[in-house]
């Protein structure tokens, strides 16, 4: 019983649900606002996203009428139930050790994966050319991220398994870090941490690999013929997904808190989640454009996974 | 609670470019007002989106032709209610330099109804902003008369 | 890469360049070409303007009463090119710098210079001639000031009393009688 209430507290406040809502929508106005900072503009305000929902839950809801009308509603609600629940099992350091038992790294590659289902799912929906460009493009991409994905997930729990064999509970990489000290000053963790940086842009679709839903190209691809409330939950869902990859790489590499009790690591999270938000997406939207679809591919295939094998490599050999 | 809403939701209009057979000239307006730093519509909250059926604001430059006639009323079809509509620039009202043209119908208005209009050839991004303000007081004026859910 | 950085850094160090428009009024070049302007005290009537119009936006009526014509310069199709005030030998059209234009779709056909020149008045029989502003007296008529003020059928018999006069032809009423 007290493990239900504690996950229906979890997916409901926090660190799922309204929380991760906040957050994330926090996030996303963070990084507009510094991407025109970096562009030498002023940027909306900082609460921008927060308006944007408001915005979309004032329109009309238009549904072509060759679309499939129940996977069309669908496909965002699954998406962002999927992506709160799994905010809900990321551990915050000093605050909240994850849900018991589910916190399991093989759940969430099970789990990460939700919202880009949920985009593909819209694109096919859609009956329009552009929503499947979209749809086959997010597909391939998603092969393409979740290689160094992968990579990197068995890099970490090969190196905090040691001698005993891998470890996927994050309560165990978390109580190693607090340990050891962070993965992220482990030089064999480096090439690992790299690759992370760089999935997160990609599995966002920010920077060089805004491809699925590229503006200029597919014309939004799978989001094309949404309007109204529903793209209102296809924006929360992408802001709720923000939080989850950035929790999850701080989790995964540097969730030592600063001991300040509940709110100060709560804060010391949140600057954590910032810093990298502006080190991985920020700064690739403004210095770079967007790469073809097989180059993005071959990016990942061909410099990102290599790095992330390094780190497994070494971790192997330094058992 | 909708009331409340309703206030808040004109701080973030989402803009959409039509060209209605124009000389590009309103366009490469548009386009500096929202892209360039000097001009950054973006402090309004506002954002060129890619999809018509993410628009709020309509903004559309050209004389109608007739070439382009049918495909810009569909598109204009397309964008979901409440919409403002702001013509940017003489051609969509009266044809400009153009006008009596042997491709060129009648203005605008007669298929589109416009809500806003910023004369100018082209006009100034600073007008062009002046003319998006106008078009979110007028969304507020409509959003508080209650035509939300009009089809 | 480095390049990027350092251009990063240079924007946040550099800050916003934005104009401050809307939330400080928007700086106008000095010779910058708005909407244009009628005098209607200058105006000649020549039609000059109408003539060069770039979109056709002048338009020159007479009035419903017949005492005067009405230009009506409609500025949704004016395309500011400076044309008319380019070539207006009095200065009545002028451009004006004004580019604060912007108005509801509802008021479209109120947008224009609609301007009354009322017709002159010919000095010696009283009939309707074109406006003869001071601006124009100064411009072309300093070569015979009292022959300008007149209508077409004075102002030819005025330079046929004239050429009869300087070239010694008596003028008589009715024809000379064969001697």
Not at chain 1, 187 to 210: C, E, K, N, R, S
Not at chain 1, 243 to 264: K, R, S, W
Not at chain 2, 93 to 104: A, E, K, M, N, P
Not at chain 3, 8 to 17: A, H, K
């Given at each position: ?319 | ?151 | ?37 009628h005098d209607?005290e200058k105006c ?41 005030a380019h070539?207006c030998p009095t200065g009545a059209m002028t ?38 502003p001071?601006a124009i007296?100064?411009k ?40």
């Amino acid at each position: 019983m007290n493990s239900i209430l504690e996950a229906a507290f979890a997916t409901v406040i926090f660190p799922g649900g309204l929380f991760a809502l906040a957050l994330g929508l926090l996030l996303k106005g963070a990084d507009r606002k510094m991407l025109a900072r970096l562009q030498r503009r002023v940027g909306p305000p900082l609460y921008q996203p927060v308006l944007d929902i408001i915005k979309l839950m004032t329109k009309e809801t238009l549904i072509p009428h060759t679309a499939n009308e129940v996977a069309f509603r669908l496909a965002p609600v699954l998406g962002l139930t999927g992506m709160l629940v799994t905010a809900a099992v990321m551990p915050i350091g000093g605050v909240w050790n994850g849900v018991s038992g589910l916190g399991d790294l093989l759940v969430l590659l099970y789990l990460l994966p939700i919202p880009a289902m949920a985009l593909m799912l819209a694109g096919g929906a859609s009956s329009s050319p552009y929503g499947s460009l979209g749809f086959s493009r997010e597909m391939c991409l998603m092969f393409a991220y979740e290689m160094p994905l992968i990579a990197s997930f068995l890099a970490v729990s090969v190196r905090v398994g040691g001698t005993a064999g891998s470890v996927l509970s994050l309560d165990a990489i978390m109580a190693y870090q607090l340990q050891n000290g962070p993965l992220l000053f482990d030089p064999v963790m480096l090439p690992a941490a790299l690759a992370l940086l760089i999935f997160i842009p990609g599995t966002m679709g920010h920077g060089l690999f805004d491809i699925p839903e590229a503006e200029t190209e597919v014309l939004e691809g799978p989001l094309l013929e949404y309007s109204g409330p529903l793209l209102a939950v296809f924006n929360l869902m992408s802001a709720v997904k923000l939080v989850v990859v950035l929790e999850l790489a701080v989790a995964l590499f540097c969730p030592n808190p600063i001991g300040g009790g509940i709110v100060g690591n709560l804060v010391w999270h949140v600057c954590k989640c910032l810093v990298l938000l502006m080190l991985s997406v920020t700064c690739f939207r403004a210095a770079t454009g967007r790469l073809r679809l097989d180059q993005g591919f071959s990016f990942f295939v061909k410099y990102t996974s290599p790095l992330a094998l390094v780190s497994l490599g070494l971790a192997v050999m330094l058992r | 609670m909708l009331q409340f809403l309703s206030k808040l939701a004109p701080r973030s209009p989402w803009i959409y470019r039509i060209n209605a057979g124009s000389c590009n000239g309103c366009d490469v307006e548009m386009a500096t007002a929202a892209l360039i730093p000097r001009y950054d519509v973006e402090r309004l909250g506002c954002k060129y989106c890619g999809s018509p059926r993410h628009a709020d604001v309509v903004l559309i430059s050209g004389p109608l032709t007739m070439r382009v006639r049918d495909r810009v009323l569909r598109v204009f079809d397309e964008i979901p209610y409440p919409k403002v509509t702001v013509a940017v620039g003489v051609c969509p009202v009266s044809g400009g330099c153009f006008r009596d043209g042997y491709s060129v119908g009648s203005n605008i208005d007669h298929y589109i109804p416009l809500d806003v209009i910023v004369p100018g050839c082209p006009p100034r991004p600073q007008a062009i902003m002046e003319g998006v303000l106008k078009a979110v007081e007028v969304w507020r004026a409509r959003l508080e008369e209650g035509v939300c859910s009009h089809s | 890469m480095l390049p990027f950085l350092k251009i990063m850094v240079r924007n946040l160090i550099l800050g916003p360049s934005t104009d401050p428009f809307p939330f400080a009024p928007a700086k106008t070049p000095d010779k910058f070409r708005g909407c244009a302007a009628h005098d209607p005290e200058k105006c000649i009537l020549c039609g000059i303007c109408r003539h060069v119009c770039a979109p056709g936006a002048i338009q020159i009526r007479v009035s419903e009463d017949g005492s005067g014509m009405n230009l009506v310069l409609w500025h949704n199709s004016c395309v500011f090119c400076g044309m008319c005030a380019h070539y207006c030998p009095t200065g009545a059209m002028t451009m004006t710098s004004n580019w604060h234009l912007t108005h509801l779709g509802a008021d479209k056909f109120s947008n224009c210079i609609d301007s009354f020149i009322p017709f002159g008045e010919c000095a010696q029989c009283g009939a309707k001639i074109q406006p003869r502003p001071q601006a124009i007296i100064d411009k072309i008529g300093q070569r015979q000031p009292d022959r300008f003020l007149l209508c077409p059928q004075c102002k030819r018999e005025s330079i046929a009393k004239h050429v009869a006069q300087v070239n010694h032809i008596t003028t008589h009423e009715t024809p000379q009688e064969t001697p």
